[in-house]
T-cell receptor, first 114, second 114 residues
């Protein structure tokens, strides 16, 4: 079955440090790729998306992600983390031939130490 | 509307009762999705409506779950004879046909079955 893997369940970083959250998807034709953020008690907010073209995409709140076809990865990065970035982050994929259905990873909980 | 609206935001029900959850998508969005978010299960796809096409019901966990979308707009997710394992946050999302805008999620309905 097509799947999305976020290998890190929890990550803790210090404020001001750089961040990279990993996401891999099962092999297939290039899918549509998304990162969402969910703060406690809130819905999901879209950070960025990749459909085609430049493999480095910029999103909101200073986040970026890079699509690497050879690694089936779409890792999320931020050069300098702020305390307000503490939240849960979800990678999501629309697989080719799967309709428009989003398949989510299990999420990475980010904690920011002051 | 400006965003995806879900009601109620919280619902507590007794085991065995039926519940209805409502989703009002963004005006003009042709696609509507229901997801369930529960501890230990992550985000699960339930059902997907696209325009006038037959819905994709492949994610519904049992025949106690059903959903309809009237007039291509508002959707209602119905859970009959609720069980404690149905306790979760039910999220609705909508998107334009071409996905270019991504998916916009509502804030969810937190269902607690006691």
């Amino acid at each position: 079955a097509q799947s999305v893997t976020q290998p890190d369940i929890h990550i803790t970083v210090s404020e001001g440090a750089s961040l990279e959250l990993r996401c891999n998807y099962s092999y297939g034709a290039t899918p549509y790729l998304f990162w969402y953020v969910q703060s406690p008690g809130q819905g999901l907010q879209l950070l960025l998306k990749y459909f085609s073209g430049d493999t480095l995409v910029q999103g909101i709140k200073g986040f970026e992600a890079e699509f690497k076809r050879s690694q089936s990865s779409f890792n999320l990065r931020k050069p300098s983390v702020h305390w307000s970035d503490a939240a849960e982050y979800f990678c999501a994929v629309v697989f080719t031939g799967g309709g428009n259905k989003l398949t989510f990873g299990t999420g990475t909980q980010l904690k920011v130490e002051l | 509307g400006a965003g995806v609206s879900q009601s109620p935001s919280n619902k507590v029900t007794e085991k065995g009762k039926d519940v209805e959850l409502r989703c009002d998508p963004i005006s003009g969005h042709t696609a509507l999705y229901w997801y369930r978010q529960s501890l230990g299960q992550g985000l699960e796809f339930l059902i997907y409506f696209q325009g006038n096409s037959a819905p994709d019901k492949s994610g519904l966990p049992s025949d106690r779950f059903s959903a309809e979308r009237t007039g291509g707009s508002v959707s209602t997710l119905t859970i009959q004879r609720t069980q404690q394992e149905d306790s979760a946050v039910y999220l609705c999302a909508s998107s334009p046909r071409g996905l270019s805008g991504g998916y916009t999620f509502g804030s969810g309905t937190r269902l607690t079955v006691v």
